[in-house]
């Protein structure tokens, strides 16, 4: 009986310094983890990052709308209904393609002087 006793003494303490291994490798981690993102929340790879997120979300947006405009297309139509429908998405792809040229011509001038910085690191 003392065989089966010890066996199950030690497989419990096996299992909880298993368990206290574990917790603190996964607070070793976690440290890592968090040092690893202060350093890049300072860094100036974040920032343009940051920006070359937003501008490829408002650009998703210009091409969503793109489409939204040319899928709103009636198929029976009157002939001066058709007519009215077609000048408004006329209008609306150049108010579309305005917005996306002045968008490009925003993010031009900082592409095109940070292309003359150079990190290090």
Do not use: W
Not at 12 to 23: D, H, M, Q, S
Not at 71 to 78: F, K, L, T
Not at 100 to 117: G, I, Y
Request: with cysteine; hydrophobic share 45%.
């Amino acid at each position: 009986m003392f065989y089966p006793v010890l066996a199950v003494c030690v497989l419990t303490i096996t299992f909880f310094v298993a368990r206290y291994l574990a917790a603190k490798a996964r607070l070793a981690e976690k440290a890592i983890d968090d040092a690893i993102s202060r350093k890049l929340a300072s860094s100036p790879v974040n920032y343009d990052f940051t920006r070359l997120s937003e501008e490829n979300s408002v650009m998703r947006n210009l091409l969503l709308d793109l489409v939204e405009n040319e899928g709103s297309v009636a198929i029976a139509m009157a002939p001066d209904a058709a007519a009215r429908a077609f000048n408004l998405r006329t209008q609306r792809r150049r108010e579309i393609f305005g917005e996306a040229v002045f968008l490009l011509q925003q993010t031009a001038k900082p592409r095109s002087q940070s292309s003359n910085t150079e990190i290090h690191g």
